[in-house]
């Protein structure tokens, strides 16, 4: 419910629609349809960001995500990630309001909640192991995903020429930015190949496989690309595949997860990766199982891993390989054994 205090936050806090317009962003490559998701996305995460920052708290967020079409009731749930996470910055003291959309109406959107909490950390980096603490701990690494989307998105006349990963971030905090900046490349190149290509051309080989990964779940999730320039991004992967592939399944599994998967989703994941979505999605799930805890290498990279190697090895692998770049070559686990542990919660 809207208050006087929730307008005023809203005047002082707001964002003008204009901040995340393909134009006013100085966007290229999308074609007309392109353009016009990309704007929808753009209204459906500012919606749900100045909706959090009326209502100050989880309650009344349903009934604003049930009214909007459901392909973009995700974004909508991320920009209220964004408002609540603010509001819990800005007020340190009070329970987690972010906690308790978690446990709400944004539990089905629980990927793109992490990725929202992201964002103001991208603003206001300084209390954030506070607030992580309160977040999932697997899925808390979407969190730098979601700082990467940030700054690539509204930097990205920087960060296209491989710019690195902000000084703060540290250790495996990188990989999971660029993630989330491969994401942002999605819409900076308004999801045009070749130029997502030449972007990725500008990055050292390192950085590219996570870049790879974060293209391949905004296309699935995001996009609105043809099932031939879908499968010519697949081709320019290359090497990279398999981690395009492993990006398509985390958006097929977020999707699955909210209920609100479409024909899109289904031809993309199929396009990118030789499954039908249900079917990627599975993969993700089944390489949840005994899960070990963060160690030297975080369960989340472990996780991604299996899932990359589960694509990289299936009779699904594409038919026309060898027209790739180069051959597919598995991303190595972390080890060949499976480790034990505690399994990490499932998706």
């Known amino acids: 419910m809207s208050t006087c205090l929730g307008q005023l936050r809203r005047r002082v806090l707001g964002l003008s629609l204009e901040e995340t317009s393909y134009l006013r962003r100085g966007f290229r490559g999308a ?48 920009g209220v990630a964004m408002g609540l996470a603010l509001l819990d910055q800005l007020a340190p003291w009070s329970s987690s309001r972010v906690a308790r959309l978690l446990a709400g109406a944004g539990r089905p959107h629980a990927y793109l909640v992490h990725v929202g909490v992201g964002w103001v950390w991208a603003r206001l980096p300084a209390g954030r192991e506070r607030m992580r603490r309160r977040l999932d701990p697997l899925l808390s690494w979407l969190a730098f995903d979601g700082w990467g989307f940030h700054e690539g998105f509204f930097h990205w006349r920087d960060y ?3 710019e690195p990963p902000p000084w703060r971030l540290r250790g495996y905090e990188t990989r999971a930015f660029d993630q989330g900046l491969g994401r942002s490349f999605w819409f900076v190149n308004g999801g045009n190949r070749e130029l997502i290509v030449r972007t990725l051309e500008e990055f050292p080989l390192e950085r590219r496989a996570d870049v790879w990964s974060g293209i391949g779940l905004a296309a699935v ?48 994941v199929r396009t990118l990766t030789g499954f039908s979505a249900n079917d990627a999605a599975r993969q993700t799930d089944l390489a949840l199982e005994n899960l070990p805890a963060d160690g030297a290498v975080p369960g989340y990279e472990i996780w991604r891993q299996r899932i990359q190697r589960q694509f990289a090895t299936s009779e699904k692998m594409p038919k026309d390989k060898t027209s790739l770049n180069a051959t597919v070559t598995p991303a190595p686990l972390v080890s060949s054994i499976v480790a034990d542990g505690d399994k990490m919660p499932g998706l």
């Open 160 to 162: 296209i020429h491989a």
């Open 221 to 268: 999730y995001a996009g609105d690309s043809s099932d031939s320039e879908l499968l010519a991004l697949r081709k320019s992967a290359g090497n990279y595949w398999p981690a395009l592939a492993q990006g398509a399944a985390f958006a097929a599994k977020a999707r699955q997860r909210a209920g609100n998967s479409s024909t899109y989703t289904e031809s993309a």
């Open 31 to 78: 074609n007309p349809a392109m353009r016009g998701r990309l704007q929808q996305v753009g209204e459906a995460f500012l919606g749900g960001y100045h909706k959090a920052l009326e209502c100050g708290q989880a309650a009344g967020i349903e009934a604003h995500l049930a009214g909007l079409e459901p392909e973009l009731s995700g974004f909508a749930c991320e």
